[in-house]
Structures are given as structure tokens and as C-alpha cells.
């Protein structure tokens, strides 16, 4: 019963996990930058959601204001930071030190304004808890994580197969260069993937810290697997990362079973080496 | 005249590939743009396009100068290239590619709607759903010249669009290009390796050598002059 208690708290996490792989995968595909600083978006959805419903909003209505916090402060990054960046020809390097330096600001201000002791939601319903299986046992905020993360997953779907801007933001993908001399507006388009990445990364912002709480500094290892799961799935592909997600996060929760939790994170990277040697496209890498 | 260069002279930062480039093409002129690898053709395709700001000179576009507006205002003003070797997008299908580029190039009353373009290719229409990437090189030679006309082309500039096709393709290619400048009264530049085919459908030879115009005339001078003196 502990076996199906982890799946599906392996379900939950992965959930979380792949849209912030989607979303991180959605920007690095289109701009080629390692965004890192989108750990700093993913905290700062938590903490304006935190800060709204201390002052009495509603739930809804304090995630909305996060999602609408995240997608101009991701666009700001992109205008204010990267796209200055790329007008003086920086190369990948100067670009990423860059983003590291803005996730140290935005990791500094957030400490600086909330403090940096952990700071936990006052939600009674969200650790309500559920009887799924048997045994097995969900809180509301861990059904609410993986409804809205699968809502999210096939809402990007829908936008990047069934939307002209969602075509365009593929196209600027596949072929940066022929995007720019048919007028589809590469750098525009970079500040809307920009601002709908963040967003979609305010989602397990705000529902991943409900269950365990408000760190300014704890958006790095959810940013660095879903790296890992965004390079196995294959860059590029949504699928990809979303299942490999679940699939990283499953293999770290089963292994509970037979070695210690701190070593969840060596399985992770024992995942990257594997697909590194065996597979370094990723598994639904399209063959090009 | 639709497309003019006076003097033009650029390259890549301190180092200079193209200077004093002279000419001017009429409405439904097919211009062969010769010379070697190297001789400055891409780079004048790039600065008439935008893609590179000339360091001195001209580029005019129906009278006026054109070499302050950036890409998307030249490629609106009818302006359109087809790039060496990469001219569709290799991961969408063959309608996405269509659709994406109709969507921001195809106004009412345009010369070439989504329709027009799979009646040109009606091979693209079969394949629609395929990834672009996937398809043979003809095929996607055929997607990247629908992409480079969707609009209103007036002057589409085609870079070695013959690389990596069968020669009986390359014809047939060069064929089409022709009948449909000629039909549509639309100016063509062709930068070209493969000298005889170019030769074949253009009005007029311009060959380049270490950047500089070293040769300008008809198919039939050039076949008469010493022509690979010039290369």
C-alpha cells in the first residue's frame, strides 16, 4: 500500500514538475536561452499569492493576480534584459550569466521583503484530505495540483497546434532565421513566449507551496529536473517533458522504497547520464 | 525600374565584401547573379533584404530608398528571399508552414493566396499534413518558394535554390520560376552555381567577381564574351 501511496504522490510531483518542464522547454526551444532565472518567477507566483490571500482575497482571485504578476515580470526579463542582450550580439554565456543574475535579484528581493524563513499558507481546505484508493490518501491542494497541471498541458497543446500564434511561436522555433524575413516578428514573438511561460509556471508556483510551504531560494531543484526532463523528453517536444516529468518524479518517489530520500536527487541525474549516452536527442525527439 | 542599387558597398564588421554595386531591374526581369563561392553574391542578396546594413550606398525600391526600413517593412513592400538551404520551417507540416506565413504576408487582393500556392504545387496539397522536414528535397524546395511568394512578391530573390535537387528537378524549378515572373510581372534575382540552368530562363547576366560587378549583360553577350574568364 506504501508502493501505490508513492505512485501516486509520484503522479502529483511529476504533475507540478512537467509544467514547469513544459514552460522552461517553451522558451528554451524558441529563444535559446537557458532561462534560469524562471526558478524566480516560479517562487515569486507563490509569494504575490501568499501576500493576497494574508490581505483577505479570495483563493481565485490571489492566483489570478500571481499568473498576471509572473506573465509581465517574464516579459520584462525578455524586454528589458534578453532582447537588449541579443541587440549587442551576447553570446549564450554573457546571456546566462545574465539570467543567473536576475534570478539572485529576484531570490534577493523576495528574501529581503518576505524574509527567508519558510512561510506557510493558511488554507484549511487545502490540506483536507481525500481517500483515492484503498489507503491511498490526496490532499485537496494535491488533486487541485494535478488537475490544473493536466488542464495546463492540454491548454499548450491546444495553443501550439490549433492557434496561428501558437504555429508562429513554432515556426520561430524551427527556423528563426526564414521567421524573420517572412514578418513573424521573431522578437515579439520571444516576449509573448516569454510572458505565457511564466504564467504557465505560476501554476505549480502558487499549488506546489501550498503543500510545502514559501522559500525564496527553493526554485532551483524544481527548475534544474525539469532541465533534466525537458533534454530527455527532447527539446522541442511538450509531450517530452510533461511525460518525462512524471516519469523522473515516479522513479524518485519509488526509490523511497529501497534507498533513503536524499538520494532522490542522484536518481536524477543518474536519469540525465543514461539519456545522455544512450539517447542525448531525448525520447519523442522529432527525427529531423 | 522596381529594384536599384546605387553604389552599394557592405560586409561583416571591419572587413568590406561588396563595394560600389551598381544596377537596376525592371518589372519581370530575371537577373542570373554570378560568380564564385565567395565573389559577394550573398551579401548583396542580405543588404538589398535588409538582413545587413550597407555601409555606403543605395538601395531603392520603385524610386524610393528602402535602406533604413528594417526586413518586415521591405518584405511588405514585396521584397522577399529565398535563402540558401533553409527556406521552410523543417518541424511544422507542410500547412502549418503555409498558414503562418499567409497569416502575416496575405491581405485582400494579394497576388498569391493559400489557394494559389497548391494549385502551383499540387503536390503540397497531398502532403499537407506531412512534416515539412520529412519531405524530399524537391518538395521542400517547392514549400520554400510557395513561402518566399505567399503575397504580393514583386522582387523575390532566389539564393542557389538548386542545391541538393536532381537536375531534371532544377529545371523544372527554374521552369516555374519563370513562368510565374513572367506571368505576374514579377522581378527575379538568381544567385546560382549551376551556371547553364540559370542561364537558360534569365534576361540578363550579372557576374560578380571579389565583389565587384565584373560582368553585366544579356544570356546571349555572355555566351559570346569570354565568360569564364570572369569567374
Known amino acids: ?288 | 525600374m522596381v529594384l536599384r542599387l546605387n553604389g552599394l558597398q557592405a560586409g561583416y564588421g571591419p572587413k568590406t565584401v561588396i563595394s560600389d554595386v551598381s544596377f537596376a531591374l525592371e518589372p519581370g526581369q530575371i537577373l542570373a547573379f554570378l560568380g564564385h563561392n565567395g565573389a559577394g553574391k550573398t551579401t548583396t542578396l542580405k543588404s538589398i533584404m535588409g538582413v545587413l546594413r550597407p555601409s555606403a550606398g543605395e538601395v531603392l525600391f520603385d524610386g524610393n530608398r528602402i535602406d533604413r526600413l528594417n526586413v518586415a517593412e521591405r518584405v511588405a513592400l514585396g521584397l522577399r528571399l529565398l535563402p540558401e538551404g533553409r527556406g521552410i520551417f523543417p518541424d511544422l507540416t507542410v500547412a502549418e508552414n503555409i498558414d503562418v506565413v499567409a497569416a502575416r504576408n496575405v491581405s485582400t487582393g494579394a497576388m498569391f493566396d493559400v489557394p494559389d500556392v497548391y494549385k502551383l504545387f499540387p503536390v503540397l496539397e497531398e502532403r499537407r499534413t506531412t512534416r515539412a522536414g520529412s519531405m524530399s528535397g524537391g518538395q521542400q524546395q517547392m514549400l520554400a518558394l510557395s513561402l518566399a511568394i505567399l503575397g504580393t512578391p514583386r522582387c523575390l530573390m532566389l539564393d542557389e535554390p538548386s542545391i541538393g535537387l536532381a537536375p531534371n528537378l532544377v529545371e523544372r524549378m527554374f521552369q516555374q520560376v519563370r513562368d510565374v515572373c513572367k506571368s505576374h510581372a514579377m522581378t527575379a534575382v538568381l544567385v546560382e552555381q549551376n551556371v547553364a540552368a540559370a542561364m537558360k530562363i534569365a534576361d540578363r547576366v550579372i557576374i560578380m567577381n571579389n565583389g565587384q560587378i565584373v560582368f553585366d549583360g544579356n544570356p546571349d553577350e555572355a555566351r559570346a564574351s569570354n565568360f569564364w574568364h570572369y569567374f
Not at chain 1, 17 to 31: D, E, P, R
Not at chain 1, 193 to 200: H, K, Y
Request: glycine share 8%; proline share 4%; net charge positive.
Open chain 1, 1 to 288: 500500500m506504501l508502493a501505490l501511496q508513492l505512485l501516486c504522490n509520484g503522479i502529483v510531483t511529476g504533475c507540478a514538475l512537467g509544467i514547469v518542464a513544459i514552460s522552461f522547454s517553451f522558451v528554451y526551444s524558441t529563444t535559446k536561452i537557458f532561462h534560469v532565472a524562471h526558478a524566480g518567477v516560479y517562487t515569486m507566483g507563490g509569494y504575490i499569492a501568499w501576500s493576497m490571500l494574508e490581505h483577505g482575497f479570495p483563493a481565485p482571485v490571489a492566483f489570478l493576480v500571481a499568473v498576471a504578476a509572473c506573465t509581465a515580470l517574464g516579459a520584462l526579463i525578455q524586454t528589458g534584459l534578453y532582447a537588449r542582450l541579443e541587440q549587442r550580439r551576447a553570446t549564450h554565456l554573457v546571456v546566462l550569466i545574465a539570467s543567473l543574475g536576475a534570478l539572485a535579484v529576484i531570490q534577493n528581493i523576495l528574501a529581503s521583503v518576505y524574509s527567508a524563513n519558510i512561510l506557510q499558507f493558511n488554507l484549511p481546505w487545502g490540506s483536507k484530505v481525500f481517500t483515492v484508493v484503498g489507503d491511498v490518501r490526496l490532499t485537496v491542494t494535491q488533486l487541485l495540483t494535478v488537475v490544473c497541471s493536466l488542464a495546463a498541458y492540454g491548454a499548450v497543446m491546444w495553443f501550439s497546434h490549433g492557434t496561428i500564434l501558437g504555429k508562429q511561436i513554432r515556426a520561430v522555433a524551427s527556423n528563426p532565421f526564414l521567421a524573420e524575413i517572412t514578418r513573424l516578428r521573431p522578437r515579439r514573438v520571444h516576449v509573448y513566449v516569454m510572458a505565457i511561460a511564466s504564467a504557465l509556471v505560476c501554476v505549480p508556483g502558487v499549488l506546489v507551496p501550498l503543500d510545502f510551504g514559501l522559500q525564496p531560494y527553493n526554485g532551483i531543484t524544481p527548475l534544474l529536473t525539469a532541465t533534466i526532463a525537458m533534454i530527455a523528453g527532447g527539446v522541442g517536444s511538450i509531450t517530452g517533458a510533461f511525460v518525462l516529468a512524471i516519469v523522473i518524479a515516479e522513479l524518485q518517489n519509488m526509490s523511497l522504497l529501497f534507498i533513503p530520500g536524499e538520494w532522490s536527487i542522484g536518481i536524477t541525474f543518474f536519469i540525465f547520464v543514461i539519456f545522455m549516452l544512450f539517447r542525448p536527442t531525448g525520447l519523442f525527439a522529432a527525427a529531423r
